[in-house]
């Protein structure tokens, strides 16, 4: 059974910083793309980063300079460094996994398996 648990969300203040980690399980990743999405309740989902299997990566205007995406496939796990975060930053994050190798992408149609999400919450 495939699985993607994030952790790592929490409250920061205004120019702080967070690591979000998403624990893979259940299938072979290591050859897929992977990425963090946000969402709002209400709003439509935003890709924030996206990583694939060669280690090329891809981000959103938004965060080009404050966020790193990575992955460590010996420990199963994705990463989202998010430095100088700001209250704009405040919603779930979601990481997702493809199931097929593909090019660094945020398009969210790619993505076949979805972790639960985890808050962040950026007070100014």
């Known amino acids: 059974q495939v699985q993607l648990v994030e952790s790592g969300g929490g409250p920061v203040q205004t120019g702080g910083s967070l690591t979000l980690s998403c624990e893979i399980s259940?299938?072979?990743?290591?050859?897929?793309?992977m990425a963090w999405f946000r969402q709002a309740a209400g709003e439509e989902r935003e890709g924030v980063a996206g990583?694939?299997?060669?280690?090329?990566?891809i981000y959103a205007d938004s965060v080009k300079g404050r966020f790193t995406i990575s992955k460590d496939n010996a420990k199963n796990r994705l990463y989202l460094q998010m430095n100088s975060l700001k209250p704009e930053d405040s919603t779930m994050y979601y990481c997702?996994?493809?199931?097929?190798?593909?090019?660094?992408?945020?398009?969210?149609?790619?993505?076949?398996?979805w972790g639960q999400g985890t808050q962040v919450t950026v007070s100014s």
């Open positions: 997702a996994s493809s199931a097929h190798r593909v090019r660094p992408t945020l398009d969210a149609n790619y993505f076949r398996y």
């Open positions: 990583i694939n299997d060669d280690g090329n990566t």
């Open positions: 259940g299938y072979t990743h290591s050859f897929y793309a």
